[in-house]
């Protein structure tokens, strides 16, 4: 178990908040085990005590593009990057001192936060650290956008963004978070927005954001700046979402999330602290299956249980299991796959029967994973009752669901569904002979 920790010494910084254009002077200190992370507005009479937690959560609504918390009339806007810093660093007790409503935007990152709170010193503290591991699955799905938080040993993020936007095109990245990825790879990644949104500083948006702190994007590029990293846009949407779940705390979940922003991140981040506080209470919007010990499986472990190998093999990782009894699994659907050179050039779409078969290899995977199994193959004898209800292209995440029906020593019938934003796709009764190999 990990320790609990604080920063070494006291250190201040300055800037202008991104929104309100506000001078700002904020003053980070060291603090004790378990009084978690507090933002005091000095400028108030009474110095009012913002906890930052989602039960302090002001609605996205109220201060839109950002994420803010507030107590007793006080409050902290523009807490996400900063959020996100305390997340990749460890930090889990701190307070930040702060003289005006927003916090200072910086360059538009993380970056300078993470480099001034490194600058102060990490500290171990004697305090064991409580990382909640999320237990069931989470689901959010809301007007295209999705996320799903699912049991990991690791905090982990799977994310994909797809804009509307020619410079702006289908993008996916997916990394285990820790310290040092953080601050190599994903703090330095800058806000950004259309050319068309900068018309919003008239709608109360913006008003401390320039062509230095915020990623302008033209139809032809990134306007009077450059970028830091080629896919800068999406690492900017992963450090925004570690910001906001760190409302919740440190987690340990696998977080896969398609075009969310801040309104999903902190209703996600409000569900993962409801389980934290009722563990038992099932999640809204999951699959309802539950995890048995050493049932997630990588792409490595897949293989040692199928005799599949790419380019044949379509499953990427077994997230649920119950085995001969019922399992989940993901395809993640990228551009890169052979079948789409074919199929098609000018319009990829997965093929039916490509669903089908990746649905059959998780069924495999449930039928061949218990010991007694181990070394047999599983063969198609029957496909039945099989519907296709909408197209699977590059960039969606294919979740593929599997339940056993009759089942005897030599063959069985499962039942399949293939789920892309929680939505099916396609359904099929497969049956399978296991035979020896």
């Known amino acids: 178990m990990s320790k609990q920790q604080t920063i070494a010494k006291e250190i201040s910084l300055s800037g202008v908040g991104l929104h309100t254009a506000n001078k700002v002077n904020v003053t980070f200190k060291p603090a004790p085990v378990d009084s978690g992370i507090n933002f005091i507005r000095v400028d108030s009479p009474a110095k009012a005590l913002i906890k930052a937690s989602t039960e302090n959560l002001l609605s996205p609504s109220l201060y839109p593009r950002r994420t803010s918390i ?3 009339g006080a409050e902290i806007q523009t807490i996400e990057h900063l959020m996100a810093v305390f997340s990749g660093l460890g930090i889990d ?12 935007g910086m360059d538009g990152s993380g970056l300078l936060f993470s480099q001034e709170l490194s600058r102060a010193g990490i500290k171990e503290q004697e305090k064991e650290r409580k990382v909640f591991s999320v237990k069931e699955p989470i689901f959010i799905e809301h007007e295209g956008s999705s996320l799903i938080a699912l049991p990991c ?10 804009y509307n936007h020619p410079y702006l095109k289908s993008q996916f990245l997916e990394a285990t978070i820790n310290a040092d990825l953080f601050q190599k790879e994903i703090s330095g990644a800058r806000t950004f927005c259309l050319e068309q949104e900068v018309e919003l500083k008239r709608e109360g948006f913006g008003h401390g954001a320039n062509y230095e702190n915020t990623l ?11 970028l830091r990293f080629s896919d800068e846009f999406i690492r900017h949407k992963v450090l925004d979402l570690i910001g906001d779940l760190y409302l919740a705390g440190p987690i340990k979940a696998h977080i896969i999330a398609i075009k969310s922003g801040h309104a999903h991140n902190l209703e996600l981040a409000r569900k993962i602290s409801q389980q934290d506080q009722t563990p038992s209470a099932a999640s809204a919007g999951g699959f309802g299956y539950k995890l048995q ?4 499986m990588d792409v490595s472990t897949i293989k040692e249980i199928l ?10 990782r077994i997230i649920e299991m119950e085995y001969g009894k019922r399992a989940l699994g993901i395809k993640n659907v990228t551009i890169n ?4 050179k074919g199929h098609f050039p000018n319009r990829p779409v997965m093929p039916g029967v490509i669903i089908i078969e990746a649905m059959a290899q998780v069924g495999g995977v449930m039928m061949l994973a218990p010991e007694e199994n181990r070394g047999k193959l599983a063969f198609f004898m029957a496909i039945n009752n099989v519907k296709f209800r909408k197209p699977v292209v590059p960039g969606d995440q294919l979740f593929l669901e599997v339940v056993a029906g009759k089942m005897k020593s030599k063959t069985g019938i499962v039942h399949g569904r293939a789920l892309v934003d929680g939505k099916v796709v396609a359904e099929a009764d497969l049956m399978f002979a296991i035979i020896e190999n």
Do not use: M
């Not at 007790?93 to 200072?104: F, G, H, K, Q």
């Not at 796959?337 to 789409?340: E, L, P, T, V």
């Open 70 to 72: 507030g107590k007793d």
């Open 93 to 104: 007790n701190i307070i930040v001192e702060a003289d005006a409503s927003e916090l200072p």
């Open 153 to 162: 040993a690791d905090f982990k993020v799977s994310y994909t963004l797809n």
């Open 216 to 226: 302008v994007v033209g139809k032809d590029g990134v306007i009077k700046n450059k």
């Open 293 to 296: 010990a050493g049932a997630v």
């Open 307 to 316: 005799p599949h190998r790419e380019p044949f093999l379509f499953v990427d």
């Open 337 to 340: 796959d052979y079948f789409f």
